[in-house]
């Protein structure tokens, strides 16, 4: 394929419906069922020819097409045509017109679905480093093209490498550059580089109950309904007795806003890769930080899983841009470096309806992380809808979230997880956590849910390394709190596990 053929299939679809429409309307003139026949088999034949070669023609621009074809066709019934040969070229005229309006409608509504990002649209792999640049080479005058989007250390685990991105113009088709791209045989997959934002439920203030048999000293754990309904006093203790803190970091990546990295409840337990990562102008970050890793039993604001003397830390790798929004790309980039960077947990609460098939630059990367000893921790949506459509929630390989409330029931805007092959559930309503310059504030959804977790998970890490994502959901599963047919995740169930089977690594060995 050329540049000069472009457009080719564009073309021939457009050929084969005037020549549909022709035959349908010699059939109404000479009302001849023989003609009507082939026109509605030639019309048939290419719609089968366009699903085959892979063209993107929506059911409404089918619908559409076809009731313009009918009406051409009617229109030229004897009684109301007797110059057949002039209506005909009125009739393909007419057609030409149509066919490039219902594309244009059919782009623009494709577009507003998909939400990708308008300087990088598209992701194109390749299998070989030949293919991809010879591929540059031929359509570089066509697209703006970064040739090496993702740039991971490891190069001989993964193919993260031969990827690219693509830039197109504003106006252009990309229903069609997409088939076409799909058809070239150098590309092995394309896929849209959505672009996310962060949309978090409203909530309601949380009433709260002193806790009579407070004993860790943060001030605000009184307002945290999950510590004192899931136990986390008796969790410190627990660990706190069974097993000494070793000196191996273990580290949770947050994929995100940023975090503010000097706030007061969080920077004893914060390591910093990189200072552009340190800084938190929404609060999303920050707040999930909290969740994770906030510091325990220092007399200052809220209590996290994670007892004092562990060496765990929370980092960050930014993600998302000072209004809450990112693209695939760089979160996918997120990932890879946080794994180049020997994060044991990657927390992720983002991510948006798929509106293609399950992104493979996304099941690439979180493949990498695995091999790199990373587990992957991501936020099943708020959408009140099925999180296979959500991506990276859908990806193979990773923990994807959902939240209950303080009944333990599904929250009412969580999506579900049952469908998706590590689905877990965590509490995700009026969580109260950190957010920036030394503020406290309570936030609803999968996004307090999924650090809900990743704190445990680093906390499994942080006592066995060798730990794999289906061996961690294993045990995750197997300790949870069964509610219609949500698997809660229970983190004394999970520290008993552990205990029980000799899972506590200590420095006395």
């Excluded at 991971?152 to 685990?157: A, I, K, N, R």
């Excluded at 690219?164 to 229903?175: E, G, H, P, V, Y």
């Excluded at 007061?264 to 970050?285: P, R, T, V």
């Amino acid at each position: 394929m050329d540049i000069l053929s472009h457009f080719d299939d564009q073309w021939a679809h457009l050929g084969l419906i005037g020549l549909s429409t022709l035959f349908l309307l010699l059939g109404s003139y000479k009302t001849n069922r023989f003609y009507s026949i082939i026109g509605l088999a030639v019309l048939i034949g290419e719609y089968y020819r366009s699903h085959i070669i892979g063209a993107h023609f929506s059911l409404p621009h089918i619908g559409m097409e076809m009731m313009l074809v009918g009406l051409l066709a009617l229109t030229g019934l004897p009684k109301h045509r007797k110059d057949i040969k002039w209506y005909a070229s009125v009739a393909l005229t007419g057609l030409l017109l149509g066919h490039l309006f219902i594309s244009l409608i059919d782009n623009m509504i494709f577009k507003a679905k998909s939400a990708v990002d308008p300087e990088a649209e598209l992701l194109i792999s390749f299998n070989t480093s030949y293919d991809k640049n010879t591929w540059i080479n031929k359509w570089k005058q066509v697209y703006d093209i970064d040739a090496m989007p993702f740039k991971p250390h490891d190069l001989s685990s993964t193919l993260l490498d031969e990827y690219a991105s693509i830039d197109i113009k504003q106006n252009a088709n990309l229903i069609n550059i997409i088939s076409q791209l799909e058809a070239d045989p150098l590309i092995r997959h394309v896929e849209l580089n959505d672009a996310y934002k962060i949309d978090l439920p409203d909530h309601q203030s949380l009433k709260t109950s002193p806790d009579k048999r407070k004993q860790l000293n943060d001030p605000n754990l009184t307002n945290q309904w999950s510590a004192k309904q899931f136990d986390l006093e008796l969790f410190h203790n627990k660990l706190n007795q069974a097993s000494n803190a070793h000196s191996d970091l273990t580290w949770i990546a947050i994929l995100d806003t940023g975090v503010d990295a000097k706030h007061e409840d969080l920077k004893a337990n914060y390591k910093s890769f990189g200072i552009k990562n340190d800084k938190d102008k929404i609060g999303h970050g920050t707040h999930c930080a909290g969740i994770a890793a906030a510091v325990s039993n220092n007399g200052i604001g809220i209590a996290s899983w994670i007892p004092g003397g562990l060496n765990i830390k929370v980092g960050s790798i930014q993600v998302l841009g000072s209004f809450g929004m990112g693209t695939q790309k760089a979160v996918i980039d997120g990932i890879i470096k946080a794994a180049d960077k020997g994060a044991d947990v990657i927390s992720l609460s983002l991510g948006g309806r798929t509106n293609d098939k399950r992104e493979l630059a996304y099941k690439e990367a979180v493949e990498y992380a695995n091999k790199k000893g990373a587990i992957v921790v991501v936020a099943a949506g708020n959408s009140s809808s099925d999180a296979k459509f959500h991506s990276p929630a859908n990806t193979k390989n990773v923990l994807a979230i959902t939240a209950i409330d303080r009944m333990s029931e599904k929250a009412e805007f969580a999506n579900t997880v049952t469908s998706l092959e590590f689905g877990l559930a965590a509490p995700g309503t009026n969580i109260l956590s950190t957010m920036p310059n030394n503020i406290y504030k309570t936030q609803n959804g999968t996004s307090m849910a999924t650090p809900y977790v990743s704190g445990i998970v680093g906390i499994m890490k942080h006592l066995d390394k060798s730990l794999t994502t289906k061996e961690v959901y294993k045990i995750l599963s197997d300790t949870a709190i069964k509610k219609d047919g949500l698997l809660i995740v229970n983190p004394n169930g999970v520290l008993d596990y552990m205990i029980g089977n000799n899972r506590l690594i200590n420095n006395e060995e």
